[in-house]
C-alpha cells in the first residue's frame, strides 16, 4: 500500500517537511528530507528520548543543511542512513521509511 504525502517540487533541495500519516491504524509524526535530489523519510522520533526532531515547522536540518539535528540535545544525523553521527545518540538509527517517487510526486510505501 502507498500512500501520496505531496509533489517533490513541495520540498526544498535541500529541506526537510513533516507529515502525520495513518501506519497500521496509528497516526505517526514522520518526515521527508530532500537532499541533491533524493529524498529520505524517517519517523519524527529521535533514538535518544523518542522526542520529535525539529526546531521549528518542517526544519529538521542543522544551519549548513548537511545533516539531521535534534533539537532536544543537539544529536546529529546522516541524511542519507539516518545514523547519529555526534550526541548523546552516537551510533544509534533513525527509523527509516520506504518511499517510492512516481510522476513527480512521492509515495509512502506502507
Ligand atoms: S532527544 Fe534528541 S538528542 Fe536528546
Not at 537532499?35 to 529520505?40: L, N
Not at 528520548?49 to 521549528?56: F, K, N, P, R
Amino acid at each position: 500500500m502507498t500512500h501520496i504525502l505531496c509533489k517533490t517540487t513541495d520540498i526544498e533541495d535541500p529541506g526537510s517537511k513533516s507529515f502525520e500519516v495513518k501506519i497500521h491504524r496509528k497516526t505517526q509524526a514522520i518526515f521527508v528530507v530532500h537532499k541533491e535530489g533524493e529524498f529520505f523519510a524517517y519517523y519524527n522520533k529521535c533514538p535518544h528520548t523518542g522526542a520529535s526532531l525539529e526546531w521549528q515547522e518542517d526544519q529538521f536540518l542543522d544551519l549548513d543543511k548537511a545533516l539531521i539535528q535534534c533539537t532536544t540535545h543537539d544529536a546529529l544525523f546522516m541524511i542519507d542512513t539516518g545514523e547519529c553521527i555526534a550526541g548523546p545518540c552516537v551510533g544509534d538509527l533513525l527509523q527509516t521509511l520506504a518511499l517510492t517517487i512516481k510522476d513527480d510526486e512521492i509515495h509512502l510505501n506502507i
